[in-house]
């Protein structure tokens, strides 16, 4: 989910700046579909692994990374999906910049999450 995030941050979104107002609505729908695709199924694995980790290897790390998986959860539930279904209505440049915005916090919980998992998976004992 960190590198979708990345690219999703640094390339995608910032691509939504230059569709024009007239085809907005149908290049964010294909982009909604095509994201979606292949987000939800990761961000389940992602959210099944975190919790299969803290099964298998329970540590504060394992705990922290299923913690960090249930927040990029909330947040995208709570911020980036409603900014979505705003735009979905069309071109709003202030809610593009909004959604590239908050997207960076999202980005930044996926990548520590990958960073405490692996640290879990690799700590001794």
């Known amino acids: 989910m960190s590198v979708i995030c990345w690219f999703v941050q640094l390339v995608a979104y910032p691509g939504l700046l230059d569709v024009t107002p007239e085809a907005f ?10 994201i979606g695709i292949i987000v939800v199924p990761l961000m389940l694995v992602e959210l099944a692994g975190s919790a299969f980790l803290v099964w298998v290897l329970p540590s504060g790390l394992s705990l922290f990374g299923l913690v960090l998986c ?21 071109h709003d440049l202030s809610l593009i910049t909004r959604l590239i915005r908050t997207n960076l ?15 879990a998976l690799i700590s001794p004992g």
């Open 105 to 119: 916090p999202r980005t930044l919980t996926w990548t520590a999450h990958a960073v405490v998992c692996l640290l």
């Open 25 to 34: 609505r149908s290049f964010h729908r294909r982009h909604c579909w095509g």
């Open 70 to 90: 249930l927040f990029a959860f909330g947040w995208t539930f709570a911020v980036s999906a409603p900014l979505h279904g705003r735009l979905a209505s069309g």
